[in-house]
């Protein structure tokens, strides 16, 4: 019986061991293809990156319930070679994804300007990096200048009419979808320039993102092709006062070319730090209710406190303790210490839990199954063996 349970312990010792191990491996993976991916880039095999890339994405979305910084990272670089294969409307839905997910560093602004120059939008590409100011990846320093005088090639993207193209833009920019409703926009006042509507829209989507002299250059010219009349009731002088504003929001920003690193596209990554988790254990003539709140350490690993409260046929006992653990794509593991009070008396016990996590389809919480094993300390009292099911939701 003793080496049954030793070779339980041994068991579980192991699959605990296993997962961080699993993780590193991964992780050297990873490293290992993108840098086969960006080897292609340099060697001008295009094709080739754009697959290697696509299945870097593919396999991190499945990994994890919430993307991290290094994902929003690689989602800017595919959106980068996806505009090397002129491939342009799913290297903006990309580059606006990855906007939408964290924060913009200056790797990413990168990508987006080399996005829009490989698209012969120069003074778009401008707005958002500054090579006189700004640097460029490492693996990209040699090569970026020649890639664009190679690939660069002018391409529409939008096909609708007028009106409809109009809304779209409006939609995308509602959405957050900013740089491909920037596209669309700049494309309306490209093929009609006598029209208001596109360039007061514009201007506004500029201004957002942070660039108040291209958004009052861009209303200026709206004012220009609207004349007398009115847009929704709003008569010219009312454009005219917030172009006063614009100048003057746009004298401060003055000398830095890339407002929009203090601006919208700049916001902080969201960071899980929390977890509040609520479910129940069933075991063998013992029913429980337990929570446990918690707090990341890292992106793969946090601390808790747990609190429960359990009932079996002889008595009721409440359970006071704290853990650790550790996910690696679906997969969670976690060892800790529980206190068992009952009137008059405690038991401490040592718990290890190993099983998978579910991720919501928003991320913002998960299903968990877990297999749970109570194992008494300093007492002749046999281990406790369960199965956990309950929520966990992240903040």
Same mark, same amino acid.
């Given at each position: 019986?003793?080496?049954?349970?030793?070779?339980?312990?041994? !068991?579980?010792?192991?699959?605990?061991?296993?997962?961080?191990?699993?993780? +590193?491996?991964?992780?050297?993976?990873?490293?290992?293809?993108?840098?086969?991916?960006?080897?292609?880039?340099?060697?001008?095999?295009?094709?080739?990156?754009?697959?290697?890339?696509?299945?870097?994405?593919?396999?991190?979305?499945?990994?994890?319930?919430?993307?991290?910084?290094?994902?929003?990272?690689?989602?800017?670089?595919?959106?980068?070679?996806?505009?090397?294969?002129?491939?342009?409307?799913?290297?903006?839905?990309?580059?606006?994804?990855?906007?939408?997910?964290?924060?913009?560093?200056?790797?990413?602004?990168?990508?987006?300007?080399?996005?829009?120059?490989?698209?012969?939008?120069?003074?778009?590409?401008?707005?958002?990096?500054?090579?006189?100011?700004?640097? %460029?990846?490492?693996?990209?320093?040699?090569?970026?200048?020649?890639?664009?005088?190679?690939?660069?090639?002018?391409?529409?993207?939008?096909?609708?009419?007028?009106?409809?193209?109009?809304?779209?833009?409006?939609?995308?920019?509602?959405?957050?979808?900013?740089?491909?409703?920037?596209?669309?926009?700049?494309?309306?006042?490209?093929?009609?320039?006598?029209?208001?509507?596109?360039?007061?829209?514009?201007?506004?989507?500029?201004?957002?993102?942070? !660039?108040?002299?291209?958004?009052?250059?861009?209303?200026?010219?709206?004012?220009?092709?609207?004349?007398?009349?009115?847009?929704?009731?709003?008569?010219?002088?009312?454009?005219?006062?917030?172009?006063?504003?614009?100048?003057?929001?746009?004298?401060?920003?003055?000398?830095?070319?890339?407002?929009?690193?203090?601006?919208?596209?700049?916001?902080?990554?969201?960071?899980?730090?929390?977890?509040?988790?609520?479910?129940?254990? %069933?075991?063998?003539?013992?029913?429980?209710?337990?929570?446990?709140?918690?707090? !990341?350490?890292?992106?793969?690993?946090?601390?808790? +406190?747990?609190?429960?409260?359990?009932?079996?046929?002889?008595?009721?006992?409440?359970?006071?303790?704290?853990?650790?653990?550790?996910?690696?794509?679906?997969?969670?593991?976690?060892?800790?210490?529980?206190?068992?009070?009952?009137?008059?008396?405690?038991?401490?016990?040592?718990?290890?839990?190993?099983?998978?996590? %579910?991720?919501?389809?928003?991320?913002?919480?998960? !299903?968990?199954?877990?297999?749970? %094993?109570?194992?008494?300390?300093?007492?002749?009292?046999?281990?406790?063996?369960?199965?956990?099911?309950?929520?966990?939701?992240?903040?």
């Amino acid at each position: 019986m003793k080496n049954k349970r030793l070779l339980i312990i041994i !068991f579980f010792s192991g699959l605990l061991l296993l997962l961080p191990c699993s993780a +590193i491996y991964a992780e050297r993976q990873t490293r290992a293809s993108i840098n086969d991916a960006r080897s292609a880039v340099i060697d001008r095999k295009i094709d080739k990156a754009i697959k290697i890339y696509s299945q870097l994405v593919s396999e991190s979305a499945k990994s994890k319930s919430k993307y991290s910084y290094s994902d929003i990272s690689l989602l800017s670089e595919y959106a980068y070679v996806l505009a090397l294969g002129q491939v342009y409307e799913g290297a903006l839905m990309n580059l606006d994804r990855a906007l939408m997910l964290g924060k913009a560093d200056s790797e990413t602004m990168f990508y987006i300007s080399q996005t829009f120059a490989l698209m012969e939008y120069e003074d778009i590409a401008k707005l958002f990096w500054n090579p006189l100011k700004d640097s %460029v990846p490492q693996w990209l320093a040699s090569d970026y200048k020649d890639l664009l005088e190679n690939y660069k090639t002018y391409a529409v993207i939008n096909q609708n009419e007028f009106r409809e193209a109009l809304k779209n833009a409006n939609t995308l920019a509602l959405e957050g979808q900013y740089l491909q409703s920037t596209v669309i926009y700049q494309e309306l006042i490209d093929n009609y320039p006598e029209q208001s509507l596109p360039f007061v829209g514009y201007s506004a989507l500029m201004e957002k993102l942070g !660039f108040k002299s291209k958004a009052a250059e861009l209303l200026t010219h709206g004012i220009e092709a609207l004349g007398d009349k009115t847009i929704a009731d709003i008569h010219p002088d009312a454009y005219e006062k917030h172009l006063l504003e614009l100048n003057k929001k746009a004298a401060v920003n003055t000398g830095n070319t890339n407002a929009v690193s203090n601006n919208l596209l700049n916001k902080e990554k969201e960071k899980t730090t929390m977890l509040v988790y609520a479910g129940g254990m %069933v075991a063998k003539s013992l029913l429980s209710l337990n929570s446990r709140f918690a707090v !990341f350490v890292s992106e793969k690993i946090y601390l808790s +406190i747990d609190l429960g409260l359990a009932n079996s046929k002889s008595s009721t006992n409440y359970n006071v303790g704290m853990s650790v653990f550790a996910t690696y794509k679906w997969l969670i593991a976690g060892i800790g210490l529980s206190e068992q009070l009952t009137k008059g008396s405690s038991m401490t016990s040592i718990r290890s839990s190993l099983g998978m996590s %579910v991720p919501s389809k928003s991320g913002k919480s998960s !299903f968990d199954l877990l297999f749970d %094993v109570y194992s008494p300390t300093g007492k002749a009292v046999g281990r406790t063996y369960g199965l956990s099911i309950g929520r966990s939701f992240y903040f």
